[in-house]
């Protein structure tokens, strides 16, 4: 197939070139021909996931509240507000290390608290018994 572009050439007459001046030719591209003899490039786009740096902050209230043996559920509710402090600032750093602080003094709250509640039932129970 043949292809022919035409290009106008302005005629310098001090008025404004018109649409059909300014118009571009376009090629009809051929099915299967290459558009363009370059080769393709790609582009590669990174997108930058979140990061999850957890604060237990719902944990670390919950142990405040019911289950809370040498106060360790406050000092975690401590620990887990300024990890989210420190996430919310964009430290991930600092979030990550207070958050897992928290998360180490929720775990020994809740096992004590366990260990506490196991012990209030079973000694009385046995003291009943040594009773009888």
Request: net charge neutral.
């Amino acid at each position: 197939m043949n292809h022919t572009v035409q290009t106008f050439s302005p005629v310098n007459s001090g008025q404004p070139p018109s649409y059909e001046m300014l118009k571009e030719e376009h090629e009809v591209a051929v099915p299967g021909a290459p558009h363009n003899p370059a080769p393709p490039t790609s582009t590669v786009i990174h997108i930058r996931s979140e990061t999850s740096v957890p604060n237990h902050v719902v944990w670390s209230l919950f142990n405040t509240l019911f289950v809370n043996p040498c106060r360790l559920g406050f000092i975690a509710f401590a620990y887990s507000v300024k990890s989210r402090d420190w996430k919310m600032v964009g430290n991930l750093t600092e979030a990550q290390a207070y958050a897992s602080t928290a998360k180490c003094l929720n775990i020994w709250a809740l096992i004590l608290g366990i260990l506490m509640t196991i012990l209030l039932i079973v000694i009385p129970v046995l003291i009943i018994q040594a009773h009888r």
